[in-house]
């Protein structure tokens, strides 16, 4: 399954995943998440903040974290629902 694929890849790259309620829990941890990893919130992420970029700030949260400054850096919010038909 390409979705189950992509999350687990996902997964393994992130500190944390933001959940919003149990399904939100079961859903990532289903995937491989490990529960220090959820971190449940009751909204959606606002995203004008995580859209206006602190150059200073991305540089030190790459060199702490080993990234090249040529890699891309990214914050991933999704949400996947099964539609029956």
Excluded: I
Excluded at 31 to 43: D, E, F, I, M, W
């Amino acid at each position: 399954m390409v979705q189950g694929t992509s999350v687990q890849l996902v997964l393994h790259r992130v500190s944390g995943v933001m959940s919003m309620g149990k399904w939100g829990d079961e859903f990532f941890v289903q995937y491989g998440a490990v529960p220090s990893q959820l971190y449940r919130v009751p909204y959606t992420p606002d995203y004008d903040f995580f859209a206006a970029v602190n150059a200073d700030r991305l540089d030190r949260f790459r060199r702490k974290s080993g990234c090249a400054t040529d890699e891309g850096t990214f914050c991933f919010a999704a949400a996947w629902c099964v539609l029956s038909g």
